[in-house]
């Protein structure tokens, strides 16, 4: 992206705000989430997906599936510092939550997929995440497992050619954008003011004080709901030189710099969702910081040059546990057969 | 044990086998597993057993948990011609099928643990599997997770001490007594002639007449059900010096003698089971062979000394198809939480 382009999305995201500002209270998690026009959510694309999100064959050696590091039956993630992908091989960055995921505007860390979609096919190649030598492959091995083609033609009609990768990624990201899930917050924010504790109340109250949601706003308290493919990006640390730069090494990785190699985006990162926080230890892009409590006080300095009391602390954490979601009950999918043979050596 | 105790259970085991002589057709699937005494089973414990087989915490990095290499989702175990453990490592053996594993009446494929309790706490340690360095270790990661007292309390009662080692595989073995699925043979066995196709009957007649089920006798095909803690084991190959020794390397494996330190126990292995067997390729205990027709012609050779027609091993791969579970819906279970921080590193 050129610096034009640069100016022009900044003017974009400024006019948007300038007239979104008096929605940009907190908002309740709306029920559906945005799909692209190419992709609209269907029952079927979604019973698909959800299969394939717990498939370990999608990776070389059938140890890997999308659930291994981004555990539904958990907070969404790993708890991991950064994940391990097959043959014990670590990633770079720590695995963000798949819950609500959808109302992320981009996704990954730095921004780099605009959709789930395109988000869905990149794990499946990096060679320390599922380490398929490629997506051919990943569609040879889906085509060599019988009842595939059956879901497939459920999910986008009859023909051999739509077992693809683009449909594979359209299924999983159907599936996570069903991963909506509400928390006692929006319960409180819809009028049910005994949804929430007083501590958590006034967790609230200080977050807003202090300054926390100039930047966590909107619906997944990760930025102003953008059209999807806009990241909403933040420079961290925005005060630089504080203790924690060089103690959890936050200026190591240049974050989005990396996608775009203009100056001004590095140590930049798309702002993440304050919901389900308090399940996705540790935190931060590299997993460096252990504990909430933690995080809290970086980012009041890195971000806002504030330091936090420690009732002040205590507060947040309180009002960051009601984003927690409220889980439902789930049915664990039956993986599809291959009779006699496997696929994995 | 010495040679007199081994007289003293092949005694025990002929005149069981004589008793039982009539009763040694094929039986259907109980719907019920024999537990130990001291530990039945109760709804209480395998709601925790559950939580706790699908639990990655409990291996060192937080990346494998009991159904990692047996997974429900699937036919029980990985599709993978040995397991892999935390940080890619790879285990010797092939991960045997959780699914009826209840009445297998030893456990691993030499046998030695007498139970599924004492089963469940070998992966935990097992430096290539969960690697924890000691139950110690997993038993204080389990304290730290707040909810887990609740559960161990409704399990087990009321008292600190009653999350321990014993109880945490008192409650995995729960669970997995509750892994029976009868298959549409059991239908068949139990009367509706409609069940099985012509093709599967034949096998059915085809796998007696040569004599599987010499071997893979009983409810669960994996022999007589003896009293739990007895195992029937086999030497394999019976008949040395087919090809099939050396192309699969099945004498490496020196099998129960492992255990017992005993000449005669040299390449014995407990009889598998042949449920499900056409989910949980590759086959034996080192996963050599790839496919179900080729582990029938090499069990009818190393075991029978019998070269099967073609025609016998479609018969018989027919027959064996039909073992396959009829599979459940099943619930995810929820893994108790961690707020603000986590257990792995």
């Known amino acids: 992206m050129n610096k034009k382009n640069n100016f022009k999305l900044a003017f974009f995201i400024l006019a948007f705000l300038a007239f979104k500002m008096p929605a940009l209270a907190q908002e309740v998690l709306p029920k559906v989430a945005p799909a692209p026009e190419d ?54 960055r720590s695995a963000p939550t798949v819950w609500n995921s959808a109302f992320l505007t981009v996704q ?26 490629n997506h051919k492959l990943v569609v040879e091995r ?43 917050f929006d319960k409180w924010l ?9 501590i958590e109340e006034q967790g609230f109250e200080t977050a807003k004080t202090v300054g ?9 308290f990760s930025g102003p709901q953008l059209p999807l493919g806009t990241g909403f990006y933040q420079q961290f640390p925005v005060y630089k030189g504080s203790a924690y730069d060089k103690k959890y090494q936050f200026l190591k990785d240049k974050g989005r710099f990396d996608v775009t190699k203009q100056e001004s985006d590095k140590n930049k990162w798309r702002v993440a969702s ?5 399940l996705t230890a540790p935190y931060f892009h590299n997993g460096m910081v252990q504990t909430l409590d933690e995080a809290v006080r970086v980012m009041a300095k890195t971000q806002l040059n504030t330091e936090l009391k420690p009732e002040q602390v205590t507060q947040i954490v309180a009002f960051l546990k009601s984003l927690n979601s409220e889980f439902p009950k789930m049915e664990m999918p039956r993986l599809p057969t291959t009779e006699g ?3 994995v050596k």
Chains 1, 2 share one sequence.
């Not at 730095?110 to 499946?124: I, S």
């Not at 050619?161 to 899930?181: F, G, M, P, Q, S």
């Open 39 to 92: 992709n609209p959510t269907t029952t079927e694309k979604v019973i698909l997906g959800k299969v394939l999100f717990f498939d370990p064959r999608l990776s070389i050696d059938g140890t890997i599936s999308c659930n291994s590091c981004h555990n539904v039956m958990a907070g969404g993630d790993d708890n991991r510092p950064v994940s391990v992908g097959v043959g014990g091989k670590k990633g770079g």
């Open 108 to 133: 990954f860390w730095d921004g780099r997929a605009a959709t789930l979609e395109e988000q869905a096919k990149g794990p499946l190649v990096n060679p320390v995440e599922m380490a398929m030598p």
């Open 142 to 184: 889906i085509k060599m497992i019988p009842d595939y083609k059956m879901l497939f033609e459920k999910a986008f009609g009859v023909g051999d050619d739509k077992i693809n990768i683009d449909n594979t990624a359209k299924a999983i990201a159907a599936y996570e954008r069903t991963l909506i899930v509400p928390a006692r």
């Open 190 to 198: 819809s009028g049910d003011k005994k949804a929430l504790l007083e």
């Open 212 to 220: 926390c949601f100039s930047c966590h706003m909107g619906p997944n």
């Open 274 to 278: 304050l919901r389900n926080i308090a």
């Open 341 to 343: 043979y496997t696929l």
